[in-house]
């Protein structure tokens, strides 16, 4: 076991954002533990979208190689009318996502990625993961942190250097004014089916095998891409709805899918009927002017910034976060403070580009009327080369020191 820094470093949560920041912190010769309130790792929802940004920092944790065979990477992002099934644009991927970018676009079930972060820390002893334990509460000072876990019945403190907050949209360690989350007023209808199936196959006549589908409605929009090694078909679709229960998913009344898939092609309106059963998630956000950082504490993924998922970043900035967060504290070991407050000005005007490429999608893709009219010009009129060119800002980033 390498440990090269004095102190803890404590996460809370055991995600996709906590598990790869205990391996950044755990590469770079710090001991972690992780505090994980579930006793089984079940991963909610089903695919995710990883883009070069983040797929690269996967490879250097070694994570990358545990996730490929059960991936797939797709070809093109391509996105189609609702009502007509006419080809809008394309944005080529596949080889040219590695040769453009340096690292692979990926698509996968998050169970999967979950378990390729668990086979790496498994060969990092550095880590300690404790499962069934919640992290109630953290008190900081200038000299670290400590938290109350709540085990087995019983409350205990752990003491830490640093305490990372990774628990989510719904973070117990994000306190204050600002700790609530705030529902956007959107719906994320999920499900998935089995490409073999005859939902799989109606689906494939309409969409693509290979590559990310984006299909386009003034009241609605649908992402679907392959999974599990092309084996099955993620589809989520994006509603206006009601708030429901406070969670990852909860039931809501299908209609309100139905209804917004009513007036699109047939063979598409007909997945809001036979593709289910489908689970509605809420969409929240939290106040992204609130801040991330305090003496001994430090959030990241959604937790400090949830965001609509629009921009299909929501994972890959909580790659990042952890990554970076990671190598500022360990350039900065004698003085943490600074470093968390580096790291934070660091990180914020990438998150707010990244949500505002996000709220430009969902009303692009949203558009009616006129507005519809000018944006299937615009991307008539833009070759798939200069669309590749558009994300080089998104996908082209890199971390400093790898």
Same mark, same amino acid.
């Given at each position: 076991?390498?440990i ?9 949560? /055991?995600?996709?954002a906590g ?16 505090? &994980? ?22 490879? @250097? ?6 996730l ?9 992002v391509?996105?189609? @009318? ?40 498994? *060969?990092?002893p ?11 509460? +953290? ?16 409350? &205990? ?32 209808? *999920? ?32 992402? /679907?891409?392959?999974? *599990?090694? $092309? ?11 009601? $708030? ?17 898939m ?21 969409i ?29 970043q ?5 790659i990042?976060?952890? &990554? %970076? ?5 360990? /350039? %900065? ?32 893709w949203?558009?009616?009327?006129? +507005?519809?009219?000018a ?28």
């Amino acid at each position: 076991m390498d440990i090269s820094h004095p102190g803890k470093i404590v996460i809370a949560g /055991a995600g996709i954002a906590g598990l790869t920041a205990a391996l950044a912190f755990a590469s770079r010769g710090f001991a972690v533990e992780i505090f &994980e309130r579930s006793e089984k790792l079940e991963e909610a929802g089903a695919g995710i979208q990883l883009s070069p940004n983040a797929t690269r920092i996967l490879d @250097d944790l070694g994570v990358l190689q545990f996730l490929l065979p059960k991936a797939v990477q797709p070809e093109a992002v391509i996105l189609r @009318d609702a009502k007509t099934l006419r080809e809008l644009a394309r944005v080529p991927l596949g080889a040219m996502a590695q040769k453009r970018w340096g690292a692979p676009y990926v698509v996968a079930h998050r169970a999967d990625l979950q378990g390729a972060l668990l086979e790496a820390i498994s *060969r990092q002893p550095a880590i300690q993961l404790v499962k069934g334990a919640t992290v109630r509460s +953290v008190t900081v000072g200038d000299g670290g942190a400590s938290v109350s876990v709540d085990q087995s019945g019983k409350s &205990e403190p752990a003491d830490a250097r640093l305490v990372v907050g990774a628990d989510g949209v719904w973070s117990a360690l994000r306190g204050g004014a600002n700790a609530k989350s705030r529902f956007t007023g959107e719906l994320a209808w *999920r499900t998935m089916i089995d490409s073999q199936s005859p939902q799989g196959r109606a689906f494939a006549e309409i969409g693509s095998t290979d590559s990310v589908m984006a299909f386009l409605h003034s009241g609605f929009h649908l992402i /679907a891409y392959p999974v *599990r090694s $092309g084996a099955a078909f993620n589809l989520v679709a994006f509603t206006p709805g009601k $708030g429901i229960a406070e969670g990852w998913s909860g039931k809501a009344d299908i209609s309100i899918l139905k209804q917004a898939m009513r007036n699109t092609a047939p063979a598409l309106a007909q997945l809001a009927e036979n593709a289910g059963p489908w689970t509605a998630w809420p969409i929240h956000t939290v106040d992204p002017n609130a801040p991330w950082i305090a003496p001994g504490l430090a959030l990241i993924g959604d937790a400090a910034h949830a965001m609509t998922p629009f921009a299909a970043q929501g994972a890959a900035m909580a790659i990042e976060d952890a &990554e %970076t967060l990671a190598a500022y504290v360990a /350039a %900065t070991p004698e003085d943490w403070s600074s470093a968390l407050a580096a790291w934070e000005a660091s990180r914020r005007p990438r998150i707010e580009k990244v949500a505002r490429r996000g709220a430009f999608n969902h009303f692009a893709w949203h558009a009616r009327g006129p +507005v519809a009219l000018a944006r299937n010009l615009v991307l008539k009129t833009r070759p798939p080369e200069k669309l590749a060119a558009d994300m080089d800002w998104l996908y082209g980033w890199k971390p400093s020191g790898r």
